[in-house]
C-alpha cells in the first residue's frame, strides 16, 4: 500500500494541531515527526512534550524520526509519548541491532534511516528484523532541500534485495518528495512518501488530496 507522511516540520506551527488534523482528514495515512537533537544534524527540533500534545489530534501513525545520538536512549520516552514507529538512523548507533530490539520489545514498529551517502550493505544482517528503511534523498537536519538523483537507483536495489530476500519491507523516502516525482519512487519501488514541504506550504489539504490522487493510479 502507498502511504503519504506529511512531516510537522514543514508545518505552521503556530496552528500545528489544526494541521495535522486537516492532513489526517484528508486521508494521510502517517504524520512525521523529525525529532533533532543539535549534534547528529545541525539543527535541533521538538521532542516529547509536542509528539504528545499532537497525540490527541488524530488516530493516524505517528512515525518518528530520530535524528539523534544514540537514540535507544529515548525509546521508552517516544513511545509514552504516543509514537507507533521508531525510526533510527544507522549513522547514529553504536549498537544498532540493540536499538532495534528496543524499539520492537517496546511494542513499536522499528525502522532504519539511511543517509544519502551511507551504503545498503550496513542492512545486510539486520534486514529482516526492521519493519522500514527510510532512504534519505537529501542530507537530514533541515527541510526544503532538493532531491538527490542517485538515491533512486539506491531505492531501487533496496526493494530488489527485499524481494530476493522474501521481505515486504516498507520503503520509506524523505527528502524533496513532491507531486512531480513521487510517480518515479513509486516505480523504483518505495511505498511511503515523507512530503513536508509540499503538503504544508500552500492548501495542505488539497496537496495531500494530489498526492493521494496520484497513489490512486496505481492501486486501481
Do not use: W
Request: proline fraction near 5%; include cysteine.
Amino acid at each position: 500500500m502507498l502511504k503519504l507522511a506529511p512531516s510537522i516540520l514543514a508545518a505552521d506551527f503556530k496552528n500545528l494541531g489544526q494541521q495535522v488534523s486537516a492532513v489526517a482528514e484528508a486521508g494521510a495515512h502517517y504524520i512525521h515527526l523529525d525529532v533533532m537533537d543539535g549534534a547528529f544534524v545541525p539543527s535541533i527540533s521538538f521532542g516529547m512534550p509536542v509528539i504528545s500534545s499532537l497525540r490527541s489530534c488524530t488516530d493516524r501513525v505517528f512515525d518518528v524520526h530520530m535524528m539523534v545520538e544514540e537514540p535507544g536512549r529515548y525509546v521508552s520516552d517516544i513511545k509514552a509519548a504516543g509514537a507507533d514507529l521508531i525510526c533510527v538512523h544507522a549513522e547514529a548507533c553504536v549498537h544498532l541491532d540493540r536499538t532495534v530490539n528496543q524499539i520492537k520489545e517496546a511494542g513499536l514498529k522499528a525502522g532504519i534511516a539511511l543517509n544519502p551517502a551511507t551504503p545498503l550493505s550496513v542492512l545486510d544482517c539486520i534486514l529482516p528484523e526492521v519493519d522500514m528503511v527510510l532512504i534519505m534523498s537529501v542530507n537530514p537536519g533541515f527541510g526544503g532541500q532538493k532531491f538527490i538523483p542517485y538515491t533512486l537507483p539506491k531505492i531501487k536495489a533496496l526493494r530488489a534485495m527485499c524481494r530476493e530476500r522474501g521481505l515486504e519491507t516498507d520503503i520509506q523516502v524523505d527528502g524533496g518528495v513532491t507531486c512531480a516525482n513521487v510517480r518515479q519512487l513509486i516505480e523504483a519501488g518505495a511505498n511511503v512518501f515523507v512530503a513536508g514541504s509540499a503538503v504544508f506550504k500552500g492548501d495542505a489539504v488539497a496537496n495531500t488530496k494530489e498526492f493521494l490522487k496520484i497513489f490512486g493510479e496505481y492501486e486501481r
